[in-house]
């Protein structure tokens, strides 16, 4: 399949989760808790899961999935990947806090090649593909450059206490881009964080320790936005992923004020990998 | 006689190809900006270029002399030097111009096929001297190719009226100024009979796969459908604004013959550009059908014609991507999610229920091709 057809098929199957979603929005749902309080799973997210890989199957049967419920589904047929969450945001949705999202994104040869954030409740599709572009439903969208003290930021922090002792470190460097800028939310959805980035609602975003699925679509739209991307991976088996995206200015800045994660020389020796874009 | 200069932003269509024939090149000078490079070097190095008036079976030329075409930002100089601006840019660039006009006293003529627009940029910009022109002729962005080896910037117009809110009436030219109410009159007979059918003309035309306007006339069913939209944007136009029948039944048939005429070559990718721009709510697709709706016509002709639209295929258009939204999502979705429309709502309801037959007749249409 070409770009434009796993674009076509990725905006399927990310609405369809959305429509489960929202099925059932404000209803009470059993939870699950995973690796802490904050890492939860619903029955949501799992129907939602289920559909967006029928539909992926209807349209290939030997597909390769990554998926937050279910891990790396498939083989290495050499074809690529689909990354899928189909609720980026269950703390959110469990809350009613309407900052929730589905994301589909298609990785091939270790890159990114479409990716699809949806974010039911406003019926928004962000969408985007390597030689097409990034869009927001009807339109084309741009990450506009702006200076740091006019800027808004997003971050988001693993919520898996992976590294408790590091969670001081964490806070610091929440505060540092807080204190200098208009803000720095955390909002709960990592992805629907990229989305707006794409489209220049937020000026710049960065994460630690975020897992693949929550990100990979979004990190594309940025790019393909204009943004600058930065990801290193802290943990290739359990799909971890550190990441900032930004237009240049505010790259360069906060590339500048979270050294620790970021930096080369904070790499050497880590295991971590460096990709920028 | 010393000419008086004269400032056009945008070197397309209208700008090029109609504006001339309003304010003659011998009583002023031709100053352009223009984005697209390769035109404006065109235009410098050649200095002029020519307009063709279709008559009735011919053309007649118009040799327009061209001072300079500048890169946007380029012509602040000259802006403090000449007796009008006239923009033709389109309504997504013309708000970009925000800050030229907000430092200057001479009138501002837009003709951006939107009667919004000048009145939100004399708010934005506190300048009173922006008002609206209606260009009521079709022009084409090209010209029939034996034109083009005459002159490679020939442009193609017609006969027409030049409608401009009088405020402007300082400015000499061959034109009707007139106050806003018989613009207001003007202005809907424009957006409905003229640019309603004229684009579903289009969308036809794209799916029979024609390069120009007249060629999707040419086919029954296309011609039909067009017919059918103007009917029915009478009809709206009769009951939702009182407009006089026999003028409307004047425009409607002045319309049709100007879809029909082959000398226009009227590019289909230029009518048929930006279908989301058409399709939003306050415009001649959407916006149109709800206006007949609230008049209580069921508006079945233009129905087909946003079906039209929806299935727009161009791979050099800034709303390409419709394709895929199309494509990707099911009639319910793309109506909700991309077209905005309430699942409560007649108009979505109604283009749910024709939409097979709606399909099935653009389908008949894409076998002619």
Redesign the interface.
Known sequence: MNN?KL??????AA?RAG?CLMESYLQVIPVTRKESSRDVATPVDQTAEREVFALLRAYDDDISILSEEHGFQGRDNGRGHWVVDALDGTVNYLHQVPFFSVSVAYVFEGVTQVGVVYAPLV???Y?GARG??A?K????IASPDSSPRDSLFAATFSGKNYEPHQRQEEFALFSAVNDQSRGCLRTGSAALNLAYLAEGRFNGCWGKANKAWDISAGLLLAELAGADVLVVERDAQRHLLHYLAAPTQNFEWLKGQLTSLFSVDGLAGSGMRKVES | MKKSKLLIYGAGAIGRGYIPWVYAPDSYDYYYVESNSALRESLNKRKRFTSFMTTEDDYRALQVPVAECFAPGAEADVLADVVAVITCVGPRNFPLLEPVFRNIRVPVICCENDANLPEQMRRNTGNPNIVFAIPDVITSSTARDDLLLQDPLAVITEAGTFFADEHAAAIVGNCAYVNREELAKQWAAKLYIHNTPHCIAAYLGNILGVRYLHEAMQHPLADSIVEGAMLEMERMLQSDLEIDHAFLQFYSNKELARFRNHLLCDPIARVAREP?RK?AHNDRLIGAAQRCLANGIVPKFLMTGIMAAFCFESSDD??F??K??L???CPE?FL???I?LRESEALYNLLLKHWDANLATIAELKNEQ
């Open positions: 434009e674009l076509e098929v990725a905006i399927s609405v429509a019926d928004d599709i969408y097409i572009g869009f439903n009807q339109r084309s | 989301f399709l800034p709303d991507h419709i895929y939204l494509r990707s999502l979705d909700r999610t991309i905005r």
